[in-house]
């Protein structure tokens, strides 16, 4: 036979053309997953703004929960929702004029407040453990008489109790110390710069009464965390789709026969 020759072509569905990748379910699909995830992502950050501020703690009253320094987030509450071992963000002018001030609650309208017996705070008769003091730390570098809390107002102590400027720097002051929940702007949740993450549960205070519940935040972590994976994986869809149909068309197109 002469030198004719013969070349099998691959199938016409196997070429590359302009159709986007993968099916049309696909497609759809992908396409929802990147408009979920928009929109999970975008409304996490924004209910996020909504319900706290950022702030950064300027002095070392608050070591070791938060450092001079550490950037926090504050979930926006009302006077009346803060309960005994919420860190609290307040403004008064006899303390600090002008300035925003970071403390923990440890006694509320009603209570009363001393220290020292065996080492410990004690509220409303009962010794305290604060396992958040720095390691080895008194409860207070003083004694101080019994402080009955009036109504609607706060006792506030810093953690770093040798350096903090706190209630028991104003014991002389005409409200004995303390603070009007009025006075409360916010609520610290967590330490995000450096990062620690959410405040432990103040569980010494658990036996005067309800403990004040986490914010939102971890709830809102995951909203933001889900968003961006369903808008990378939702947009990754066509790419993988594209390489994956190549291959497979590499792989069905037979090679050129040879000349017979």
């Known amino acids: 036979m002469g030198g004719e020759s013969m070349t099998r072509t691959a199938p016409q569905g196997g070429g590359t ?19 979920l995830g928009l929109v999970l992502f975008l409304g996490g950050f924004a209910w996020g703004a909504l319900v706290y501020r950022p702030f950064t703690v300027p002095t070392s009253s608050m070591t070791p929960t938060i450092d001079a320094g550490d950037r926090v987030l504050a979930q926006r509450v009302d006077g009346d929702e803060v309960r ?22 440890v006694a509320v309208g009603g209570d009363t407040v001393s220290c020292c017996t065996d080492g410990k705070l004690t509220v409303n008769g009962k010794q305290i453990d ?22 609607g107002r706060l006792f506030l102590l810093g953690d770093e109790r040798q ?4 209630s028991t720097a104003h014991l002389t002051d005409t409200a004995k110390g303390t603070v009007a929940r009025t006075a409360v702007s916010a609520r610290v949740d967590a330490v995000v710069w450096p990062w620690k993450g959410m405040l432990g549960r103040p569980t010494g205070f658990e036996t005067l009464g309800a403990l004040s519940r986490p914010g939102p935040l971890r709830t809102i972590e995951l909203l933001v965390v889900a968003g961006a994976v369903l808008v990378l994986a939702g947009g990754a869809y066509g790419p993988v789709a594209g390489r994956l149909r190549r291959s497979r068309a590499r792989a069905a197109r037979p090679e050129a ?4």
């Open 84 to 105: 005994r071992g919420d860190v609290v963000v307040f403004e008064d002018k006899s303390w600090v004029t002008n300035a925003k001030v970071v403390k923990r609650v």
């Open 17 to 35: 053309g302009t159709a986007p990748a993968g099916g049309r379910l696909g497609q759809r699909l992908s396409g929802l997953a990147v408009a």
């Open 257 to 260: 026969a040879g000349a017979r």
């Open 163 to 166: 350096g903090s400027l706190d």
């Open 130 to 151: 604060e396992p958040y003091l720095p390691e080895g730390s008194l409860a207070e570098i003083k004694n101080f008489a019994e402080v009955t809390v009036p109504e």
